[in-house]
Structure formats: structure tokens, C-alpha cells
């Protein structure tokens, strides 16, 4: 129905990122899945989200932010993403980003390594540093 | 100047320098606290929805195979993450600590612990304590990474069963103040006292019927069946993923309570170090006063006499 809205918060350890309306936000689930959106009225759903982005559309506006691991909830027109670590592009700290890419790059290369954990770790990196070239 | 001046003299220096020191470690120690006070309110929220959905995960799962954290292993081997700080000039920060750790781990046959912090790690060696994992540096700045490797490493001696249960054991921060040594059992979890459980008391401090952490429900479920939601990719797969990040959260909180207990009780001790620095000046400055006055009327007396001498 055109109109509604859910009331969305996006949570982690360390502070509240967001905590507004939304006309619909797009995750990324870890599994199979891949990216859906979570329109007004979607069904009770709880989802696991894997490395990557949220997309948080408010009417005409639209917002992006990093959201590193967690859950959804949706229910009743409120939803909450609970993240290990989320942040807004314009937070995104480059320097560090691009360290992480090459440091987790070289690890790969090596032998013997926490081949997940390198690749995770990658993966986060890319994730930053595309979202914060996206909005340059 | 009399010798017993030039001493006076001299203590007053060294006493103010050491005042010195001990007004700047009250200052960082209150300013740090605060930090540590203002990280742990952010956490509020996190924690807060966490909770609630651990309960909603559990109505939903209650007629499944409970999963291996909510599973007793058949390991006897208790253990208990210990945190301590690195550094002392705290009170009784780490004595009353270590105190009620002693006694906890006298009620459990078989023990082992994860030590927190240089003081916890001697007090454990010397006592002989079996110590599986140990944690120094930085004791009074609590990091998201260092709690999710402390509760990996426990998580994974619980998975391994080499431990049965596992708790662990910190200072709370009850007020500027105070602090109160805590126990919070954290696996295995009982999944039919998260569905039952009404309030936070019975869920996580169940062991010694304590709220370690502030925990305030959430309007978020009401009204919710959790047999109607859709779980993606499923109901267990979630919780497996759940119950890890929420024993890495009580963690996190924990070294938060703990660092800012730490800088508290620095802080007080430090407080009460400047305060008696400042009573020993105020005694040395009178001293110093008496003898001064008191080389004086000797003077005067010695020079009236010479002068009455030569009349």
C-alpha cells in the first residue's frame, strides 16, 4: 500500500546507525538467497546477512551503508538489523580499507593460512572501499 | 637555614611531586571512565534487541533438537573467563575480585580458567590454577575484537568439551564508587528457560540471581507468533549464528564493566592518594612554619643579647 512505512533501526555493538522510516531496504542474506528487499508489509522474517551493504530507500531519498555480518527481524512494519560492525560511507576510513585489501591479499598468496578468515577479511575491505568510491 | 629546615624543605617537594602524579592519574582515570561509561550506553540497544530475539528464537525452536550450545556436554571441567587489570594503584579492585573468584572455583571440582589481565594471570600461577588462555594489555579499554576472541576461544572449549560449563567472572560497575565481583553463567544455555524466561533475571544471571547486565525488553516482539515467521535460511541455522555473537556481546559487555571499574576504582584510589599528600603538606608546611619562626626568635634573641652584651 502506498504510503506506509516500516520504522527501521540498524543496530551494532557499538552505537545505533540508523533509526528512522523507510519505504524499503534492500540485505544482503548469507546464504543462497543473495540480496531481497524487505518492502511495507512483508511477512514476520528473521535472515541472516552475510558481508555487504544495506540499502535504505525513504520515499526519494537513498542511503547506503556497509552492514558487516548479523540478522534482520521484520515484523509488523518495524524491522531492526543487528550488525557485528555497520558504517555510512562517508565514515569509511580509506587508508585503512586499502591496508586491509593488500594484507589479506598477501595472505591468500601464502600457504598454510586461515584461508576464511583471509577471505572474509577481503572481502570486507572490498566492500568499504567500492561503497566509498561509490558515493565520491 | 638549620638542617631540620632544608629536610622539611625536601619532603615538601617530593611529597607535592608525588601529589602531582597522583592528581593526574584521578583526572585520566575519571575522564577514561566516562569513555568506558559512554561505550558501555551504547551498547545498550544492541544488547537490549539481542535478548529479545534469543527468547523469540527459543519459543520458535522449543520442539527441535535443542542445538550445541544448549546441550550439556559430559565434560566436568568447569571454566571461567577471570577479568583482572594489568596494573595496580586500584584499591581493591583486583583483591576483592580475586577473593570471590577463589571461592567460586572452590565450589567446582575440576576447574580451569581463562585469566583477564597481569594481576589475574600472577594470582593464578601462584595458586596453581590451571590456566587455559590468558589475556594482557590494555585491561582498561574494552574492544569489541578482544571480547569476540576471548569468547571464540571459550566458545570453542566448550564445542571441543573440554569445558562443561563456562562463566565468567568480573567486576561489575555498580557506581562511581563501587564495584561488585560477578559471576554470569554463559553456556551451555537452557533453551526452555530463554522461551520461559519473563525477565532478564532468570535468563542470564539465573547462577547467582544477579543482573549483570542492563538489559530492558523491548516493545519489538509483542504480538508476534514466532511460529508464523519465516526464518532465511532457517530457524536453527540462525540461532547457531545467535547464540555465538550473543556469548561474544556479554563478553564485550563485561570487559566494559570491568575497564570502567578498573578506571574507578583508580580514580577513587587516587583521590584519596592526593588527599592524604595534601594533609602530609599542610603538616610538613606547618612544621617548616614552627621552625622557621623558631630559628627566628633565636636570632633575635642571640642578636639582643650581643647587643645588651655590648652596653
Request: glycine share 6%; charged share 25%; proline share 2%.
Given at each position: 500500500m502506498a504510503g506506509e512505512k516500516i520504522s527501521l533501526k540498524v543496530i551494532t555493538p557499538t552505537r545505533v546507525l540508523y533509526d528512522g522510516e523507510s519505504t524499503g531496504f534492500i540485505v544482503r542474506t548469507s546464504g543462497e538467497v543473495g540480496q531481497f528487499m524487505i518492502l511495507p508489509n512483508h511477512a514476520p522474517i528473521t535472515a541472516d546477512i552475510g558481508l555487504g551493504t544495506v540499502l535504505i530507500r525513504n520515499g526519494e531519498e537513498t542511503r547506503t551503508a556497509t552492514v558487516m555480518g548479523g540478522y534482520t527481524v521484520v515484523a509488523r512494519n518495524k524491522a531492526v538489523i543487528m550488525a557485528q560492525a555497520a558504517e555510512w560511507p562517508e565514515e569509511i576510513d580509506r587508508d585503512r580499507a586499502a591496508q586491509a585489501k593488500a594484507r589479506a591479499e598477501e595472505r591468500l598468496r601464502e600457504e598454510n593460512v586461515d584461508y576464511r578468515r583471509a577471505e572474509n577479511a577481503l572481502k570486507r575491505a572490498l566492500i568499504r572501499l567500492n561503497l566509498s568510491d561509490s558515493v565520491k | 637555614?638549620?638542617?631540620?629546615?632544608?629536610?622539611?624543605?625536601?619532603?615538601?617537594?617530593?611529597?607535592?611531586?608525588?601529589?602531582?602524579?597522583?592528581?593526574?592519574?584521578?583526572?585520566?582515570?575519571?575522564?577514561?571512565?566516562?569513555?568506558?561509561?559512554?561505550?558501555?550506553?551504547?551498547?545498550?540497544?544492541?544488547?537490549?534487541?539481542?535478548?529479545?530475539?534469543?527468547?523469540?528464537?527459543?519459543?520458535?525452536?522449543?520442539?527441535?533438537?535443542?542445538?550445541?550450545?544448549?546441550?550439556?556436554?559430559?565434560?566436568?571441567?568447569?571454566?571461567?573467563?577471570?577479568?583482572?587489570?594489568?596494573?595496580?594503584?586500584?584499591?581493591?579492585?583486583?583483591?576483592?575480585?580475586?577473593?570471590?573468584?577463589?571461592?567460586?572455583?572452590?565450589?567446582?571440582?575440576?576447574?580451569?580458567?581463562?585469566?583477564?589481565?597481569?594481576?589475574?594471570?600472577?594470582?593464578?600461577?601462584?595458586?596453581?590454577?590451571?590456566?587455559?588462555?590468558?589475556?594482557?594489555?590494555?585491561?582498561?579499554?574494552?574492544?569489541?575484537?578482544?571480547?569476540?576472541?576471548?569468547?571464540?576461544?571459550?566458545?570453542?572449549?566448550?564445542?571441543?568439551?573440554?569445558?562443561?560449563?563456562?562463566?565468567?567472572?568480573?567486576?561489575?560497575?555498580?557506581?562511581?564508587?563501587?564495584?561488585?565481583?560477578?559471576?554470569?553463567?554463559?553456556?551451555?544455555?537452557?533453551?526452555?528457560?530463554?522461551?520461559?524466561?519473563?525477565?532478564?533475571?532468570?535468563?542470564?544471571g539465573r547462577e547467582e540471581g544477579q543482573k549483570p547486565v542492563d538489559y530492558e525488553r523491548t516493545d519489538f516482539f509483542d504480538g508476534i507468533d514466532p511460529s508464523y515467521m519465516i526464518f532465511e535460511p532457517g530457524a536453527s541455522y540462525i540461532a547457531e549464528k545467535l547464540i555465538p555473537s550473543y556469548v561474544e556481546n556479554a563478553v564485550y559487555g563485561a570487559l566494559l564493566e570491568s575497564a570502567a571499574g578498573e578506571l574507578a576504582a583508580r580514580r577513587l584510589a587516587m583521590e584519596n592518594a592526593t588527599d592524604n599528600a595534601n594533609e602530609i603538606i599542610d603538616a610538613l608546611e606547618l612544621a617548616y612554619n614552627r621552625a622557621r619562626q623558631g630559628a627566628i626568635t633565636q636570632e633575635i634573641t642571640e642578636i639582643v643579647s650581643g647587643a645588651e652584651a655590648i652596653k
Open positions: - | 637555614m638549620p638542617n631540620s629546615m632544608r629536610d622539611i624543605k625536601r619532603r615538601i617537594k617530593s611529597v607535592s611531586s608525588t601529589r602531582q602524579i597522583t592528581h593526574a592519574m584521578e583526572l585520566v582515570a575519571g575522564a577514561k571512565m566516562r569513555g568506558a561509561r559512554q561505550l558501555s550506553e551504547a551498547r545498550q540497544a544492541y544488547t537490549d534487541y539481542m535478548i529479545d530475539t534469543l527468547h523469540m528464537m527459543a519459543k520458535a525452536l522449543q520442539k527441535e533438537e535443542p542445538n550445541v550450545y544448549l546441550r550439556t556436554n559430559g565434560c566436568a571441567k568447569d571454566l571461567y573467563i577471570v577479568l583482572t587489570s594489568d596494573k595496580g594503584l586500584a584499591g581493591g579492585f583486583n583483591s576483592g575480585l580475586l577473593k570471590f573468584a577463589a571461592e567460586t572455583l572452590a565450589k567446582s571440582p575440576e576447574h580451569a580458567v581463562i585469566v583477564c589481565g597481569v594481576k589475574g594471570l600472577d594470582f593464578f600461577r601462584r595458586t596453581g590454577t590451571e590456566i587455559l588462555d590468558a589475556f594482557t594489555g590494555s585491561s582498561d579499554t574494552a574492544s569489541m575484537s578482544r571480547a569476540s576472541v576471548i569468547g571464540k576461544r571459550a566458545m570453542d572449549l566448550f564445542l571441543e568439551r573440554k569445558a562443561g560449563r563456562v562463566g565468567i567472572i568480573y567486576n561489575q560497575f555498580v557506581s562511581a564508587i563501587s564495584q561488585k565481583p560477578t559471576l554470569v553463567h554463559l553456556l551451555p544455555l537452557s533453551n526452555d528457560e530463554l522461551a520461559s524466561a519473563e525477565d532478564e533475571i532468570s535468563l542470564i
